[in-house]
């Protein structure tokens, strides 16, 4: 039998020694109904090179990103990974160790943790970080969660310039609080309208959600956030993508109090979005409500520098129904991945990646200005991806399809309103001239012009 | 003279000139171990019997504390955040947690005196 | 020697890019200046030397390719390597969530096929693949019990939970706006009578495992079903235990309405240092439409997304869950195939007795009855001789051995949880057992050395209560590009 490595003439001693003639005496304790007869659907078991041959077709109907020119993001980013990133996370003690309860065996998992909080500490700004959580939804439910806590308020308010996604996550997490939720619609720019969100709040409010850059590719203007939102019992609450705080200036600096995103960007990969984790970083003052994992250093007998667990009277295995959330297991292979992304890349690696996906973003959105029928009614301050509109989007993005090329998202199916809208995302992956085949071709499809720009 | 007086839940009460101070007994530190955090309520809070005033943590486990007796609080121990290892290394003197202005004494009268106490622990602990 | 910190590896520069940058852009003149980054206080180290930095990190670090690790609750099993290398595949590993359906068939089609093979298993309906954690299932599973109650008119209030309960049953009971009721358990399982006391019209649901954290299955799970239906109430599966049952008994069976599995630990995806695993929820016919959306349908021979049912509890996680775990768990499932499922169950209840019977002369077993994947022991007797179940965990890492859960369940004193799972043979169950026995001899000898431990360790015992008490919880300096901060 595969993986069990005991012979027979071994189980059978061992059965001996525990005075049992067959592994089924050890269940006589179930009852007949629940039991499994012959009757289980399920195949034999097959062979290694079976499994092999019988997953890769499955693989094969799948068609990877690299058989395209794509344009897609939304929340997942096609980044350059680092062979050594692979080669590093996936040693054994890495990816086949638990949590590391047992400080004095786990100290690799464990600094390698520590480091991971202090990176996100440094990219935020931000004073305090957990080991990670499931993803970006969840981080945020978590953040929202945590505002409510500390200020016992039951309203938040959001922009809808969220990630729908999380909104989506944010909803189901609410759904056993008596929490609200106010949506407050973004301007013909597709930024926050910040005027509408001053009004929205009042002393009920617990918290404000902003993402930046928003769904829609915009950074929000969070200079004018940190002007407006003085109220310090209203938790100001920034989701964003770690890759752009490469270029912009750490959320701490606008008076955030809970800064929160997926890292995915930070090496995580594709793999049909499962590549993600949540992180969450807030000031020192908020530690205690701070759900999940968090490594702390310290000292061991001998006096040296040692890490473990810590602050774990917050969590589910001692304060059970007390506790600042359920969360045990997160993400932390994912986590640790990020932190060797950006050791890997370094501060000067890092900026280059987030710069040059800026620049061909913006690039891109020059070229397709150019183009009859596009229209750019978004603000142009954006990171690495940003929605144009067009005339039957759709059947638009079908043709562009025929073309090899998966054009972005299509936004109408989250937000009627932008029945035209695509969102078209680039990554440092793209090169000119596949960004300039975009151009051309998407002229080519409303137009049937030529070859448009080289 | 003051006394001192316990309650099931393991707080001690000490009463004097007026005032009752409250911190847990040298039993509960022990069965908590480490502690390594304390939370306290502020200065003039208005407090019932049984209500929670405070959290003690350990690196092993939480508890709360409670109040035995109704009134408003009119001192804490601030000293106490910064040095939780008190409730470990001296709970009836240093590691007291708060002092309460106590709106009905005759609530003191529920309480256990020191060799009932005792006698409770001895009990609990088997 | 002290371990350097990445951030004291700082060289301050670097010489090779891993990109072709194309950086014709000026942030400057697009976003104004006080939108913009100063300083980013990042490391900049070669790549040599990262890689160094962490094979020594890693080498610090127990696992399960490199030690025995019986950490009970967890079923810390081998991990098929052939997995990790088919999930890696570039169709599985190269696909963007929101690609179109039809460029997405083998991963739908590998998501149906997954459901229908644990359909088979547990006797569900169908199961959602989002939740990423055993946790983030319970919390899906006890909301999907919520809107079933509340689209049937009928407010309920409280969520049971027995005292041998994981943390995560009560926390998440009160996530899901619960309160939690705890049922005192008798000779190590849940009380009838006190079930019947407790569950009233007011009660939501049961949240079990079973078998429990005892490692004792629940023989009156029937009674336990009729109680819950009969008073309107849901039976909640916990699937962490479900490794002796695979292909032995069915939770559908059992009377289990909504289950969750643990794909990290039954179905033997690594645990990658606490995650990324699966908390995957599988529900009976009638709670069905309750899972979270989308479901992965068929027609024709075409696999389509469905966003149809509108009394779906909503998404607790983006996408579609950490997917790479479910193409290893499908593939364990599809390589051990029905009777090396069954054997499987059946060594792990095998190997854990074997452990017991063995050593239940030094340590007591919380309860004498046979166990089924795990055994718990009380370590009160070593205790009183001068060493605690800490100290014998500590100890174990000196025999290179991973300890075992300590202090959990909570209703055992002096706790120490022991799950040896099917993939370890008897030469190693034999050495746990012999360290074990010299560790009880060490108790009543030399009870210094076990309090002392461990020895051997890449650091001495780890005082946990300094780092609660003064947390420190980033490094906040950075080479020659120290910004002052206070923590």
């Known amino acids: 039998m595969p993986y069990i490595p005991n012979s027979p003439s071994q189980i059978k001693e061992m059965l001996r020694a525990c005075g049992v003639k067959s592994p089924a005496d050890f269940y006589s304790d179930l009852p007949e109904e629940i039991r499994i007869k012959d009757d289980l659907d399920i195949p034999a078991g097959i062979s290694e090179q079976q499994l092999k041959r019988k997953l890769l077709a499955l693989s094969d109907k799948n068609r990877p990103l690299d058989k395209f020119n794509s344009f897609l993001g939304a929340g997942c980013y096609d980044h350059y990974i680092p062979a050594a990133l692979s080669f590093i996370i996936s040693q054994p003690e890495f990816s086949t160790a638990y949590t590391p309860y047992q400080a004095e065996c786990s100290q690799g998992a464990l600094q390698a943790i520590y480091e991971y909080q202090s990176y996100i500490c440094r990219l935020t700004g931000m004073d305090v970080s957990n080991a990670s959580l499931l993803d970006g939804g969840s981080a945020l439910a978590e953040a929202v969660l945590m505002s409510a806590r500390l200020n016992r308020r039951n309203t938040v308010i959001i922009s809808e310039a969220l990630n729908p996604e999380y909104k989506e996550v944010l909803k189901t997490y609410l759904k056993g609080h008596d929490l609200k939720t106010y949506e407050v619609q973004v301007s013909g720019e597709g930024k926050t309208d910040l005027s509408m969100f001053l009004n929205a709040c009042d002393k009920d409010t617990s918290c404000l959600v902003f993402q930046s850059p928003n769904f829609f590719g915009v950074v929000e203007n969070l200079i004018e956030i940190k002007k407006l939102f003085k109220d310090e019992s209203v938790l100001k609450i920034m989701v964003t993508n770690p890759l752009s705080l490469a270029v912009f200036k750490e959320p701490s600096s606008f008076g955030f109090d809970i800064v929160c995103g997926d890292g995915q960007p930070l090496g995580g990969g594709l793999r049909l979005g499962g590549a993600c984790f949540g992180f969450l970083a807030a000031k020192k003052e908020y530690l205690r409500q701070v759900p999940g994992r968090i490594v702390g250093k310290t000292l061991d007998s001998h006096g040296n520098v040692a890490y473990c667990l810590t602050l774990q009277a917050r969590e589910q295995h001692i304060r059970r129904e007390k506790a600042r959330s359920n969360i045990c297991s997160n993400q932390s292979l994912n986590a640790l991945a990020s932190a060797v992304y950006l050791s890997l890349l370094g501060r000067k690696g890092l900026r280059e990646v987030a710069l040059t996906s800026m620049s061909n973003a913006h690039y891109l959105r020059q070229g397709l200005s150019r183009i009859r029928g596009i229209k750019l009614t978004f603000s142009p301050l954006i990171f690495n991806e940003f929605v144009w509109f067009t005339d039957n989007a759709p059947q638009v993005l079908n043709e562009l399809y025929k073309k090899g090329i998966i054009a972005g998202y299509y936004i109408g199916k989250h937000f009627n309103k932008y029945n035209g809208g695509v969102l078209s995302c680039c990554t440092e992956k793209k090169t000119k001239e596949e960004i300039n085949d975009f151009i051309n071709s998407l002229a080519e499809v409303l137009h049937g012009e030529k070859a448009y720009i080289r | 003279m003051a006394c001192l007086k316990f309650t099931k839940s393991h707080e001690w009460v000490r009463v004097e000139e007026g005032l009752v101070t409250i911190g847990i007994s040298e039993y509960a530190q022990r069965q908590l171990g480490d502690v390594v955090f304390v939370e306290l309520p502020s200065k003039g809070a208005k407090v019932s019997k049984g209500s929670q005033i405070g959290t003690i943590e350990s690196t092993k486990t939480a508890s709360e504390v409670y109040t035995p007796l109704s009134g408003e609080v009119v001192e804490v121990n601030e000293d106490l955040v910064n040095n939780p290892q008190w409730v470990n290394e001296s709970p009836l003197e240093k590691g007291w947690m708060i002092k309460l202005k106590a709106e009905d004494s005759s609530e003191l009268d529920e309480l256990m005196e020191e060799s009932q106490y005792k006698a409770f622990v001895e009990e609990e602990s088997h | ?487």
């Open chain 3, 1 to 487: 020697m002290e371990r350097k910190l990445i951030f004291d590896k700082d060289r301050g520069c670097r010489n090779s890019s891993y990109i072709t940058p194309s950086l014709d852009i000026k942030p400057e003149e697009i976003f104004g200046g006080d939108m913009l980054r100063e300083d980013l206080s990042l490391p900049d180290i070669s790549e040599s030397e990262v890689v160094r930095h962490y094979m020594q990190l890693a080498r610090l670090n127990f696992s399960v390719d490199t030690n025995f690790y019986p950490l009970g609750s967890c079923t810390m099993k081998y991990n098929p390597k052939i997995n990790e290398y088919l999930s890696g595949l570039e169709g599985f590993s190269r696909i963007h969530p929101l690609q179109r359906e039809d460029d997405l068939q083998g991963a739908l089609e590998l998501m149906y096929e997954f459901q229908n093979l644990l359909c088979a298993l547990t006797g569900m309906k169908a199961f959602a693949f989002q939740p990423s954690s055993g946790a983030q299932g319970e919390l899906t599973g006890i909301l999907m019990v919520r809107s079933f109650h509340e689209i049937n008119g009928s407010k309920k209030s409280k969520v049971i939970v027995p005292d041998s309960a994981h943390g995560t049953n009560p926390a998440t009971a009160t996530m899901c706006g619960y309160e939690t009721v705890v049922i005192e358990s008798r000779d190590g399982l849940v009380d009838i009578h006190q079930l019947e006391k407790s569950f009233d019209e007011d009660v939501a649901a049961l949240m079990l495992t079973n078998p429990n954290t005892l490692g004792l299955f629940e023989k009156d799970i029937l009674k336990i079903s009729r109680i819950v239906h009969e008073r309107g109430g849901l039976l909640y599966y916990d699937g962490a235990n479900f490794n002796p049952l695979m292909g032995i008994a069915k939770p559908a069976l059992m009377g289990f309405d909504i289950i969750h599995l643990n794909l990290h630990k039954t179905f033997s995806t690594p645990h990658g240092c606490g995650g990324p695993g699966a908390g995957i929820v599988g529900a009976v016919e009638p709670l069905e439409e309750f899972l979270p959306l989308p479901r992965i349908k068929k027609r024709n021979k075409t696999f389509y997304l469905d966003y149809g049912s509108e009394k779906s509890l909503g998404s607790p996680r983006t996408f579609f869950g950490n997917f790479d775990v479910l193409v290893k768990a499908y593939a364990y499932i599809l390589r051990l195939g029905r009777e090396g499922l069954k054997r499987a169950a059946q060594n792990s209840v095998l190997n854990a007795n074997y452990i017991k019977k063995k050593l239940e002369k030094y340590y007591q077993p919380a309860y004498s009855k046979q166990c089924m994947h795990e055994v718990v022991f009380s370590c009160s007797e070593q205790k009183k001789r001068g060493a605690s179940a800490l100290d014998i965990a500590k100890r174990l890492i000196d025999y290179r051995i991973h300890p075992p859960t300590m202090y959990f369940p909570l209703i055992v004193k002096e706790a120490l949880m022991v799950e040896p799972t099917e993939t370890e043979n008897k030469e190693m169950l034999d050495y746990f057992i012999r360290a074990m026995i010299k560790i009880d001899e060490d108790t009543e000898k030399n009870p210094q050395k076990l309090k002392s431990s461990p020895h051997k360790a890449a650091v001495g015992r780890v005082d946990e209560t300094r780092a609660a008490r003064m947390p420190v919880l980033a490094h906040t300096g950075c080479g020659k590009h120290k910004k002052s901060q206070k923590t």
